[in-house]
């Protein structure tokens, strides 16, 4: 199953918006020291998916913990992933090298809009893309941390809203194991691929960097300069375990399986060019534009099934 290192590999790879308007409320976003905590709640397709998390963010890092989760604590940041469990265990994965120019420019700040959050001085930005609104984005005037984001979908719906509901800016403590990350896996820029299945570009979505992810696959990294997904190609079907937030999509001569986390989504399909998951924050709109660029479900042929069988 390669669910878990396709999250991983998104939370490394988060995009930086371009605009340089934009890019600056970004930047400063990023050095904000603060703790707090916050509210996730996404309409999806296939029903509301929410969380309760606690941030800190410290050091250029964001470490994430859920209270009714399982104890783990994720600490991102400096190109790497580390997942510190609750018997002192880190998991840890490790980006090698990445591409350093700007990512596409579609985005545009429209709106700008002065305004009180938690009781602190704050600003609001809306962004657009093609004349669309598809974010609604509040940051903390002293400290820059972004407070509030409001993503929309096609008409202006509201697709997912994060926000803190309590924010301390005083000097926050990072909870981990103390534990030095173990790295399980370290990806290669520049792999060579297939251009078929992991296209230049895809809906404004632009390939920024493809890694070596094993011996029979490749994992690209697309941004649209606000939005980012990993698609990732395998000569092997992609599995999924089965779970109650998997849901199956007809599609062509085959079918996608689903899954929606918290401003998360994950595709995973068969074509006839090998096994292909798509991992994201896209709102559903953009996830079909995408999808709808890319090889589609297909059953592979009866050679290539024996093929599999007998090679792997």
């Known amino acids: 199953m390669r669910k878990a290192p396709l999250l991983v590999v998104m939370v490394l790879l988060t995009p930086v918006i371009t605009a340089a308007d934009l890019s600056d409320y970004l930047e400063r976003s990023t050095t904000a020291e603060f703790q707090g905590d916050q509210i996730v709640t996404c309409a999806t397709p296939d029903g509301?998916?929410?969380?309760?998390?606690?941030i800190v963010g410290r050091d250029g890092s964001l470490v994430v913990t859920s209270p009714v989760g399982d104890g783990e604590s994720l600490s991102a940041g400096y190109?790497?992933?580390?997942?510190?469990?609750?018997?002192?265990s880190v998991r840890a994965t490790q980006v090698a090298s990445a591409t350093d120019g700007p990512g596409p420019d579609r985005y545009s700040i429209v709106e700008t809009i002065p305004g009180v959050y938690l009781g602190r001085s704050a600003?609001?930005?809306?962004?657009?893309?093609?004349?669309?609104?598809?974010?609604?984005?509040?940051?903390?005037?002293?400290?820059?941390?972004?407070?509030?984001?409001?993503?929309?979908?096609a008409g202006q719906r509201v697709y997912c809203d994060a926000r803190m509901v309590s924010f301390d800016p005083s000097a926050p403590g990072i909870v981990t194991s103390g534990a030095e990350p173990e790295v399980v896996h370290v990806l290669e820029s520049t792999a060579e691929f297939d251009p078929r299945a992991l296209p230049d570009e895809?809906?404004?979505?632009?390939?920024?960097?493809?890694?070596?992810?094993?011996?029979?696959?490749?994992?690209?990294?697309?941004?649209?300069?606000?939005?980012?997904?990993?698609?990732?190609?395998?000569?092997r079907p992609v599995r999924l375990e089965t779970s109650e937030a998997l849901t199956r999509v007809e599609s062509g001569n085959g079918f996608y399986e689903r899954i929606y986390g918290p401003g998360t989504s994950l595709y995973v399909w068969e074509s006839r060019l090998g096994?292909?998951?798509?991992?994201?924050?896209?709102?559903p709109d953009l996830q079909d534009r995408v999808l709808a660029g890319l090889p589609e479900p297909d059953q592979p042929s009866i050679f290539i099934r024996w093929w599999r069988r007998i090679f792997g």
């Open 48 to 54: 509301v998916r929410d969380a309760v998390l606690q």
């Open 79 to 88: 190109g790497s992933l580390a997942v510190a469990g609750p018997d002192g």
């Open 123 to 153: 600003e609001t930005v809306v962004v657009e893309r093609d004349g669309e609104a598809r974010a609604r984005m509040t940051f903390d005037a002293e400290t820059g941390a972004l407070l509030r984001s409001i993503v929309f979908q």
């Open 202 to 235: 895809v809906e404004g979505f632009v390939r920024l960097d493809q890694y070596r992810y094993d011996d029979s696959s490749v994992l690209a990294y697309y941004s649209d300069g606000f939005f980012a997904f990993t698609l990732l190609h395998s000569r």
């Open 275 to 283: 096994g292909l998951a798509m991992f994201g924050d896209l709102p």
